[in-house]
């Protein structure tokens, strides 16, 4: 078994060993029992790459349902780290052997909720400079798996940190309206009116003429928003932001969805760029745009991240940028002295992280 070393722990809490051990070894400490509020990681994917000679490294396994057992069974121990508002955030790709995905991914995200996790989301992480297959019969990975889940069934989230401008404005569909003509806020909204045309919607059928139902205008200015005025995130008319007919059966759909005034809730696929190694760097990194959305979604300035195989230490580095406290863990030496030295530079001003203004830049697709 792997040894556990300390390395720099009082500077920089970068921990040298197998993940599973030494995550047992914190367990063991009541002060480290729910004190992380998120838990970041990116484990080695099945058969994929070697990282060293450990014969207890993650993903060379002899089959994919042992590697799937050995990530749930590091995983359960994750969530006893966790605080109860806490989350699992999994960056992961799935393997494919001759014709066929072994669907890792989802097999491990049912294991992970068989253990007592919540499965928020599974995003699709789109690497906009990926690289063409030489493959004659599959198709090119343009993408990875970000599996979300928490600790209970609801958790801190900050969707206030990660919004973004409304497709129209960031790309510049429609143009910027004078200031006087945005509106931030309802004014004079009437319930009663509401509930009138939410009742003629809903009750109308497929071949219910328009005509026979309230315009576009009288929906927006029950909900009281100046139909003639602009949303400040997309810069539409408000009575661009009404629908007159119901999807389906979906009754709960809304009639009137304004955008927030802070931008808009991202979606669940994000455009980020796969970064480069170099030298002796480690040579599958974490982009660090990716990590700062995570961090800045899902908790505040002081709380605990931990990252269970940290690499170079790219979650480490983004958690010093954005003032929280951090622990790391990975297996081979050469790993841990890289990310703690990468977090210092970070502290000390040496490395310069130019991580993305997600509403100007638009790295998420909303």
Known sequence: MACFKNQSLLLHQVLQGNSYDVLCGLLKDSREKGKYRLIVTSPPYYGHRHYGNDPYEIGQEKTDAEYIDNLAKTFAVCRNLLTEDGSLWIVIGDTRRRYEKLMIPHKLAQRLVGIGYTFREDIIWYKKNNISSSSKENLSQAYEIVLFLSKNEKCYTNLDGIRIAGNEAREGRNRTPPSHMLQYKPL??????ITEILE?????????????????????KAYGYDPEKYCPTCYRKFKRHATRKRIGDHKHYPIFAVCNSNGKNPGNVWEVATKAHYGSEHFAIFPEDLVDIIINFTTQEGDWVLDPFVGRGTSGMVSEYRHRRFRGIDLYAENVSHAIENIRSVKVGKITLNLSDQKRHGCLDS
């Open 200 to 220: 003629i919607v809903h009750n109308a059928r497929h071949d219910t003429p328009f005509k026979e139902l309230p315009t576009t205008s009288e929906i927006s």
């Open 188 to 193: 004079n909204e009437s319930k009663e009116k």
